[in-house]
């Protein structure tokens, strides 16, 4: 468990205020590493830092790809 944080934890090492949180696990939940994101319980989160670390390099990846429209 020790590449996991909890949400207080894991806004103290990343320094997010809670709307930076929010819109950051909004994000993170909806990609391909969406396993990172463990809610226990509503108080209980658990966030996996590789899955969370291997996120935001596809997310500056992909930064620049737009949708192809057909």
Same mark, same amino acid.
Request: glycine share 2%; net charge positive; charged share 40%.
């Given at each position: *468990? =020790? !590449?996991? +944080?909890?949400? @207080? $934890?894991?806004?103290?090492?990343?320094? /997010?205020? $809670?709307?930076? /949180?929010?819109?950051? *696990?909004? $994000?993170?939940? &909806? #990609?391909? %590493? #969406?396993? =990172? /994101?463990? @809610?226990?319980? @509503?108080? $209980?989160?658990?966030?996996? +830092? !590789? *899955?969370?670390?291997?996120?935001? !390099?596809?997310? @500056? !990846? &992909?930064? %620049?790809?737009?949708?192809?429209?057909?």
């Amino acid at each position: *468990m =020790g !590449d996991e +944080l909890r949400k @207080a $934890e894991f806004k103290k090492e990343f320094n /997010y205020s $809670e709307s930076t /949180y929010q819109r950051r *696990m909004k $994000e993170f939940k &909806n #990609s391909p %590493f #969406s396993e =990172g /994101y463990k @809610a226990v319980t @509503a108080k $209980e989160i658990w966030i996996k +830092l !590789d *899955m969370y670390r291997a996120f935001k !390099d596809w997310q @500056a !990846d &992909n930064r %620049f790809r737009v949708k192809q429209i057909k």
